[in-house]
């Protein structure tokens, strides 16, 4: 499909996101121009070793030096795709390496590997890690990695409570630091474009719904390895190596899908609103794949927000019929989201549809489109007493048909969509380098997490659950948790 909406264009319209930049303390390490950012991994399973055999390997600026995992199969291959990492060495499903690569690959840094991430903290000399571990772990290990003096990296969802959420903001205003979240949309050009569209270019006017939802067909569990025995060390830490690998279906260590999937979008909804939602309303249980797992396999969640003028989010509008009154066209209003997330059918997949007064964006997982609507107006003039019969009996009111919607423009149509992934472990090394704070940092991180904690709390209480704005007050300066930024045409990504 044609885009009208070239790269450049884009560039010039999306100007904003100065945001909150660089602070007393948040000042950087002094790097050598070729110095690599010295990282270890912690949590080498499905995202953690995607991050080594994905974005790392594209980020020239982050060398591995060190991996930890208490499971070993998942230790042993993050080892051997770290050095492959550090060469600069994709090796994908089948390929086999060249001689060269396999010199490059043997020169390159081998790292240690470790079971306890304490100990990995105290012998190796990191100025940052990467944290892929299980929702209950984030915590705990994101706290014990600021307090030794690391920049941190860690993967959605980043809390489980409002108050581990309110005390790792604490701890990044105490130490002068940042945390960035692994929210990777955060870093896709196209998202930053639509944000772009939205509010420097008002292409779809006053947002005022939004729909979204994560639909997968699939049991969502993981076969344990046959025979397997664990080993001592292992034993330190695993005792139930089923529960282990299935950590996200069982609700000691996750809240399943609000907090594996939901997240992803929910955040996407709190950033084009640039606001936390006032209230949610869920429904949610275990109907389908009922194998033992404890947490839920079908949620629909609904959130209210509220803009009200002066807010970031609060976009104005014209006045568009004689009706209207004038004084009132401009107040407060609410935005509903409605999210369904399912494990029994896969139709529609991932997708997020922002509906405003003049278009739409819709953002799927490889595309994402910008729809005109027909933006009616009611003129003031008097109409003949022979039109207003027609208007009565052609039902009063005009329905818009769907030869009417205009065509959708694809957003970066010409844009070959690297994995963000690189993206974002770029910018994680930039901001270390030359400073500035991520913008998917902690306060991205946590307001996206309030939106799962109270989703879960109305799904168990079976009720509204008000969410509370104290619950992101705090008395000192917090990073915009709604920035967004150009396509950098130099670097090909967003950072
Ligand atoms: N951003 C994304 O698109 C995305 C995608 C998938 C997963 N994730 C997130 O990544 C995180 C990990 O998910 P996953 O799918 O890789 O899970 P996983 O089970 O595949 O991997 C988790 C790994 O952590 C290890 N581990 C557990 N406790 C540990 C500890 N205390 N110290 C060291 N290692 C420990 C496990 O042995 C396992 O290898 C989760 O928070 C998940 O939500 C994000």
């Given at each position: 499909m044609s885009n009208n909406l070239s790269r450049r264009n884009f560039m010039k319209a999306a100007g904003a996101t100065a945001g909150?930049?660089?602070?007393?303390?948040?000042s950087p390490f002094t790097y050598a121009q070729n110095e690599r950012v010295r990282v270890g991994c912690i949590g080498t399973g499905g995202q953690g070793s995607f991050h080594i055999r994905d974005g790392l390997t594209g980020a020239?600026?982050?060398?591995?030096t060190a991996v930890c995992d208490v499971f070993t199969p998942h230790q042993r291959e993050a080892v051997k795709y770290s050095q492959l990492s550090n060469a600069g060495i994709t090796l994908t499903e089948g390929k086999k390496l060249t001689d060269e690569e396999k010199q490059r690959a043997s020169a390159a840094h081998k790292p240690n590997a470790y079971y306890d991430y304490k100990e990995m903290l105290d012998k190796e000399e990191l100025d940052a890690v990467i944290i892929a571990t299980p929702l209950n772990t984030h915590f705990p290990i994101t706290m014990d990695c600021l307090d030794r003096g690391k920049y941190v990296f860690c993967e959605k969802?980043?809390?489980?409570s409002i108050e581990e959420g309110r005390a790792l903001i604490q701890k990044c205003h105490d130490l002068g630091r940042w945390v960035q979240v692994g929210h990777q949309r955060h870093y896709n050009p196209k998202y930053n474009m639509a944000m772009g569209l939205v509010f420097?270019?008002?292409?779809?006017?006053?947002?005022?719904h939004i729909t979204a939802q994560w639909h997968r067909n699939h049991f969502w569990r993981r076969v344990l390895p046959k025979d397997y025995v664990l080993n001592d060390e292992e034993k330190k830490y695993i005792t139930d190596l089923e529960k282990h690998l299935n950590w996200r279906i069982y609700e000691e260590t996750s809240e399943g899908l609000f907090t594996e999937l939901a997240t992803h979008q929910t955040d996407v909804a709190n950033w084009f609103m640039r606001a936390i939602p006032k209230r949610v309303h869920t429904f949610a249980g275990?109907?389908?794949?009922?194998?033992?797992?404890?947490?839920?396999?079908n949620i629909l969640l609904s959130f209210e927000y509220e803009q009200g003028p002066g807010d970031p989010g609060f976009i104005p509008i014209d006045q568009r019929?004689?009706?209207?009154k004038l004084n009132q066209i401009n107040r407060g209003y609410k935005v509903r989201f409605v999210y369904s997330s399912i494990l029994a059918n896969a139709k529609r997949g991932a997708s997020e549809l922002i509906q405003g007064d003049k278009g739409s964006i819709e953002l799927t997982e490889q595309q994402c489109f910008l729809y005109g609507e027909d933006y009616v107006t009611q003129s003031a003039e008097a109409v003949s007493a022979e039109d207003q019969a027609k208007n009565t009996a052609s039902g009063g009111t005009r329905q818009v048909s769907n030869e009417e919607l205009k065509q959708g423009v694809e957003l970066l149509?010409?844009?070959?969509?690297?994995?963000p992934d690189v993206y974002q472990f770029r910018a994680f090394a930039d901001c270390i380098k030359n400073g500035g704070v991520p913008r998917s940092n902690q306060m991205v991180g946590y307001t996206t997490a309030i939106t799962a904690i109270a989703a879960v709390q109305s799904k168990k209480e079976q009720k509204v659950v008000e969410i509370d704005?104290?619950?992101?007050?705090?008395d000192f300066e917090t990073p915009s948790f709604y920035d967004y930024d150009a396509w950098d045409a130099e670097t090909e990504a967003t950072i």
């Open positions: 909150f930049m660089v602070a007393a303390g948040y020239s600026e982050i060398v591995i969802t980043l809390v489980r420097d270019e008002g292409r779809i006017g006053r947002i005022n275990l109907d389908y794949w009922r194998d033992g797992r404890t947490t839920d396999d019929s004689q009706f209207q149509g010409d844009v070959t969509l690297q994995t704005p104290a619950w992101i007050k705090f």
